[in-house]
């Protein structure tokens, strides 16, 4: 099994490339590196944002580590994307998320990840509104793939929620997604799948089940998060928490779906006021956990 590690504990605290780097290799042990957008927003200007994009790949590079992703993180999360109720709305996102794509192939990465956006509860709950933002959101995602395409990117990864107002949130929503776009763009779009998220039991229910996840989507999942959750909310925990996510259930879910080539990158999302020394040590103690469990 392949383990990496998504820089989301970093944002608001480790800033500085070289650093957060060194810690990186030294603390944490980790190969595999998903770099988040928390850490350089797409939208800051082209010339400041791609250098220091650079610097960050020149920083970890020089500990030995591969930058092999970057992904949305919190702040472009909060935003509708290509699922909100207007036009112009979406064609903001479009811009954004292009950027994104300028700023991943500055960086020398070849693969980015995204959630797709979020619908208002008016859409959300009606079917015809559903079915249309469904569609729109599919023609935004192959003309984002040839833009890539132009750029170097060689995958775009989408992440499934766990929210009713998003696509996909399930494992056979997640799987028409795919079908769908199937042979219709530019390069290949797949599906990063976290394990908070597919064991999501108040939305889920029985579905709620990781290995039928990896099952029903196998062969188009890209990456997976994993986090320590209670199945009750995304809780994006370490792995000092007690939770549902066990060793047991990381190697069998893992193993029974023939995943293990895949990246699981460790995603944490903190309180903002969590004080530092504690982030860094939970953080430390989830990364040696976890070694133990993907050797």
């Known amino acids: 099994m392949k383990l990496g590690l998504n820089l989301s504990f970093a944002t608001k605290r480790w800033l500085n ?35 220091l994009a650079q610097r960050y790949q020149k920083a970890f590079r020089e500990q030995g580590l591969e930058i092999t992703a970057t992904f949305g993180g919190l702040a472009s999360y909060t935003y509708a994307q290509l699922l909100a109720p207007t036009k112009e709305e979406r064609e903001i996102s479009y811009a954004f998320f292009k950027r994104a794509i300028d700023m991943t192939a500055a960086m020398g990465v070849d693969v980015i990840g995204t959630p797709i956006g979020g619908m208002t509860h008016e859409d959300a709950v009606d079917p015809a509104r559903r079915n249309e933002l469904y569609h729109i959101a599919l023609d935004y995602l192959r003309k984002l793939a040839e833009y890539g395409r132009e750029k170097g990117i060689k995958e775009i990864q989408i992440e499934a929620t766990p929210l009713a107002t998003e696509f996909p949130h399930s494992p056979k929503e997640s799987l ?29 229910k029985e579905e709620a089940d990781m290995e039928l996840w990896l099952k029903t989507c196998a062969p188009y999942i890209g990456a997976i998060h994993i986090q320590q959750t209670d199945g009750m909310l995304d809780r994006h925990w370490d792995f000092t928490k007690e939770g549902i996510v066990t060793p047991d259930l990381i190697k069998k879910a893992t193993k029974n779906a023939g995943a293990e080539n895949i990246i699981q990158y460790l995603e944490v999302v903190t309180a903002f006021e969590e004080f530092d020394d504690v982030v860094y040590e939970n953080m430390k103690k989830s990364m040696e956990f976890l070694k133990d469990v993907f050797k």
């Open 17 to 51: 490339p070289e650093k957060l780097a060194e810690m990186c290799k030294r603390d944490f042990g980790v190969r595999y590196i998903q770099f988040t957008w928390d850490l350089i927003d797409p939208w800051w200007p082209e010339a400041q944002r791609d250098a």
């Open 176 to 204: 028409h997604l795919m079908k769908d776009l199937d042979g219709t763009t530019a390069i290949p779009v797949k599906l990063l799948i976290d394990w908070g998220h597919a064991l999501y039991k108040p939305l889920l």
